[in-house]
């Protein structure tokens, strides 16, 4: 890693990558953020599986899925400040190197404690990849192909939430659960063998800023317990629970001091003076409510179809995996011709795509095939390249190539908190809603009134009586009053995007087509 990082260069005065080399550079960050994207999900389909096999419960189990989102999360903001310290490309190969060994020793794990603990130091050293990859491919790029750049970068962190629990589930059924970590070290290698090549002697300058020792300390407290809460609050009934109110109350106050610290301190471990520039701030506040809305959506569908439908995990991963047929092949387009439109307009038409997609599953009941299920999703894809690849191009807009790494890692950390807040609160949503609608449903489905008698007695001509009827009859209410809930957490997820398309418009050109200004 020393060859990587000889002698720092100033790479605004460095010739971009072409040719093979450039489509090399390419494939070796796609990896490692694919790589990276995958492990917050591929988990999700196999933690009965590991409980299993690790004598705890499901619900410990869950453990691993927390543990690594929780430290990533943390770890994400940091990178403006350790790529300065460091190197990006020496912070990158590190980070990469230790994801790989780190993966290798959770496939090893024979405890839930070790497997536990191996996940936080995964996620911790994975933080700085996402916005590393996003940051070297920019600044490795001819400025006139930065546009396509980040359609390729936005490809690959939408995908690969999707594809997670598709693989997990593959590879837990066919072969063991431990080769859901596994699979990480031949794509690690490479990438991390690529990159040493391509970005050779392309180190960034590195200034030894002092440790913010406090702004480290309140954001591993304010962060974590955040996460945390954020991660466990459903299972404990959120506020009712004493160790969810704890953790809400430091998440609270860590956080405002977090706030109040770095906007004083010269030096701040996370810059949140970025959140100044008003493209910086719109597109990312529009960033987060998008993937807000977006990855909810995604959450609540397979839990909608396996418990109403009765798809199992694979099926229930196929239902949401068409989303990333036309977000695949679109994203490249996208970025390679945005610079043609006002990127508002391509924004505005994918919200707009993602709000009629919405309401459109919002009216899906569980007696359709899996085809119309699918559908929605399909083609909610093409919202997916519309939004997600101008949205990074104007976040970009109007910063220096010295702030792309700060920009990088806050705007992605926001990202994640979006999504862990999504989870979070369409999980809580979904289940509250099924409740009300089962309690209302029920009202009308009493003993004596002619349509319950009526379907009592046609449960009867089929051999079911008394309590078993009753019991096939309060089934059938609850299936009617999940498909109500999950219609309402749509409609939610659809008004959501609309309020987003006025939100967006609120940026300001002129949005460069080569990236962040000089």
């Known amino acids: 890693m020393t060859e990587a990082a000889a002698a720092p260069n100033d790479q605004e005065t460095m010739a971009p990558l072409r040719g093979i080399k450039l489509v090399l550079l390419t494939l070796a960050m796609g990896?490692?953020?694919?790589?990276?994207?995958?492990?917050?999900?591929?988990?999700?389909?196999?933690?009965?599986?590991?409980?299993?096999?690790?004598?705890?419960?499901?619900?410990?189990?869950?453990?691993?899925?927390?543990?690594?989102?929780?430290?990533?999360?943390?770890?994400?903001?940091l990178t403006g400040w350790l790529a300065r310290r460091f190197g990006e490309v020496r912070l990158f190969c590190t980070s990469i190197s230790l994801f790989i060994v780190f993966s290798a020793l959770c496939g090893l794990a024979h405890s839930m404690i070790m497997l536990v603990i191996c996940r936080l130091l995964q996620g911790a050293v994975s933080g700085p990849l996402?916005?590393?990859?996003?940051?070297?491919?920019?600044?490795?790029?001819?400025?006139?192909?930065?546009?396509?750049?980040?359609?390729?970068?936005?490809?690959?962190?939408?995908?690969?939430?999707?594809?997670?629990?598709?693989?997990?589930?593959?590879?837990?059924?066919?072969?063991?659960?431990?080769?859901?970590?596994?699979?990480?070290?031949?794509?690690?290698?490479?990438?991390?063998?690529?990159?040493?090549?391509?970005?050779?002697?392309?180190?960034?300058?590195?200034?030894?800023?002092?440790?913010?020792?406090?702004?480290?300390?309140?954001?591993?407290?304010?962060?974590?317990?955040?996460?945390?809460?954020?991660?466990?609050?459903?299972?404990?009934?959120?506020?009712?629970?004493?160790?969810?109110?704890?953790?809400?109350?430091?998440?609270?106050?860590?956080?405002?001091?977090?706030?109040?610290?770095?906007?004083?301190?010269?030096?701040?471990?996370?810059n949140l003076r970025l959140f100044g520039q008003r493209n910086f701030a719109i597109g990312t506040l529009c960033l987060s409510l998008g993937m807000f809305a977006f990855f909810g959506n995604t959450v609540i569908t397979p839990n909608w179809v396996q418990q109403v439908m009765g798809y199992n995990a694979t099926w229930a991963g196929l239902a949401v995996a068409p989303i990333g047929v036309l977000a695949l092949f679109m994203s490249p387009l996208v970025g390679r011709f945005q610079s043609h439109f006002d990127l508002r307009i391509l924004v505005t038409f994918g919200f707009a795509v993602f709000a009629f997609t919405s309401f459109w599953a919002a009216g899906l009941n569980n007696q359709i095939a899996f085809g119309e299920l699918a559908m929605p999703r399909f083609v909610m894809g093409a919202g997916v390249a519309f939004f997600f690849v101008p949205i990074n191009q104007i976040i970009f807009a109007g910063l220096s190539d010295d702030q792309i790494a700060d920009a990088s890692g806050l705007s992605n950390f926001c990202r994640t908190l979006a999504t862990s807040i999504s989870t979070a609160v369409s999980v809580t949503l979904y289940d509250h809603r099924s409740i009300y609608h089962h309690a209302r449903l029920s009202e009308s489905v009493v003993p004596g009134s002619p349509?319950?008698?009526?379907?009592?007695?046609?449960?009867?001509?089929?051999?079911?009586?008394?309590?078993?009827?009753?019991?096939?009859?309060?089934?059938?209410?609850?299936?009617?009053?999940?498909?109500?809930?999950?219609?309402?957490?749509?409609?939610?997820?659809?008004?959501?995007?609309?309020?987003?398309?006025?939100?967006?418009?609120?940026?300001?050109p002129p949005f460069p087509s080569g990236g962040p200004m000089h």
């Open 451 to 508: 349509a319950t008698e009526h379907y009592m007695d046609q449960l009867g001509t089929l051999g079911l009586q008394d309590q078993r009827a009753y019991a096939t009859l309060n089934e059938v209410v609850n299936t009617q009053a999940a498909t109500m809930a999950f219609n309402d957490v749509l409609w939610l997820f659809g008004i959501i995007f609309v309020i987003t398309i006025g939100l967006i418009w609120l940026a300001r």
């Open 130 to 270: 996402v916005p590393l990859t996003q940051t070297l491919l920019l600044k490795n790029y001819p400025a006139e192909k930065r546009s396509m750049a980040i359609g390729l970068w936005a490809m690959t962190v939408v995908v690969a939430p999707i594809c997670g629990p598709i693989l997990g589930g593959w590879l837990t059924d066919n072969y063991s659960w431990p080769w859901i970590f596994y699979i990480n070290i031949p794509v690690g290698i490479l990438s991390l063998v690529l990159s040493l090549w391509l970005l050779r002697g392309r180190e960034s300058k590195t200034t030894r800023v002092p440790v913010d020792v406090v702004g480290l300390g309140l954001l591993i407290v304010g962060v974590g317990a955040l996460q945390f809460m954020l991660d466990n609050g459903n299972d404990h009934d959120w506020f009712a629970s004493p160790m969810i109110l704890t953790l809400g109350i430091v998440a609270l106050v860590g956080i405002t001091f977090l706030v109040a610290w770095v906007l004083m301190h010269r030096r701040p471990v996370v």
């Open 31 to 77: 990896l490692a953020t694919f790589m990276e994207v995958l492990d917050i999900s591929i988990v999700n389909v196999s933690v009965h599986t590991i409980a299993g096999d690790m004598g705890v419960s499901t619900s410990e189990g869950t453990w691993a899925i927390s543990a690594y989102a929780l430290s990533s999360a943390i770890a994400q903001p």
